[in-house]
Nanobody
């Protein structure tokens, strides 16, 4: 499975961006997918996830109410709509997929099997 994340860029505080993650390489089902982010020198942290089957969504406290994860009509695409961006949202954002179709802690990196290359988001004050 290959994941490609795109849509990052530079925006002022209070602005919005939408990230996309497209998967390819196998017959794709509505797998659980997640977004994480990482600042240089720090650990990668959970941002949001969407579960397989029922599309339940999960968010970190730091983005809840501002970010929305959703799945495209083609099951191999997931989006992260980011609103009311803050300078502390600046990071490289990674998408990931869990292909096991079971319930896991999707806030944990070890739940995922494949990762995209990352896309930079920079929010200026």
């Amino acid at each position: 499975v290959q994941l490609q994340a795109f849509g990052g860029g530079s925006v002022q505080a209070g602005g919005s961006l939408r990230l996309s993650c497209a998967a390819s390489g196998r017959t794709f089902r509505a797998y659980s997918m997640g977004w994480f982010r990482q600042v240089s020198g720090k650990e990668r942290e959970f941002v949001a996830a969407i579960g397989w089957g029922n599309d339940n969504t999960y968010y970190s406290d730091s983005v809840k109410g501002r970010f929305t994860i959703s799945r495209g009509s083609a099951k191999n695409t997931v989006y992260l709509q980011m609103n009311i961006l803050k300078p502390e949202d600046t990071a490289v954002y990674y998408c990931a997929v869990d292909v096991h179709l079971d319930d896991r802690d999707w806030s944990d990196m070890i739940a995922y099997d494949y990762w995209g290359q990352g896309t930079q988001v920079t929010v200026s004050s």
